[in-house]
């Protein structure tokens, strides 16, 4: 369930940015996947396709960096680096 819980805030994230920015869609994504989140970018992929599902972010881009350093404090984490929206 750690997957899900990573997914769930970062579509709150994602929502949050497209608010913001008074965007129709989301068209891409960039994150940062700490070398401890257990997360490949294709694992990473698969649960961002179904956690956005009806939602702005369905049919975007996700783009990840993989990160090595397990001994960095966000080591555990799934970090929002971007959002790309059309408006």
């Known amino acids: ?3 899900a819980s990573l ?3 970062l579509m709150r994230q994602i929502e949050a940015v497209a608010e913001a920015e008074g965007a129709v869609r989301v068209v891409a994504v960039s994150v940062w996947l ?3 989140c257990h997360m490949s970018p294709s694992h990473l992929e698969q649960h961002f396709r179904e956690a956005s599902k ?3 972010a369905e049919g975007a ?3 990840a960096v993989v990160s090595d350093d397990p001994g ?3 080591a ?3 970090m929002l ?3 790309e929206v059309e408006v």
């Open 1 to 3: 369930m750690h997957e």
């Open 7 to 9: 997914m769930k805030g």
């Open 34 to 36: 700490g070398a401890l």
């Open 54 to 56: 009806g939602a702005r």
């Open 61 to 63: 881009r996700i783009d």
């Open 72 to 74: 960095h404090e966000h």
């Open 76 to 78: 555990l984490d799934v």
């Open 81 to 83: 680096q971007s959002v």
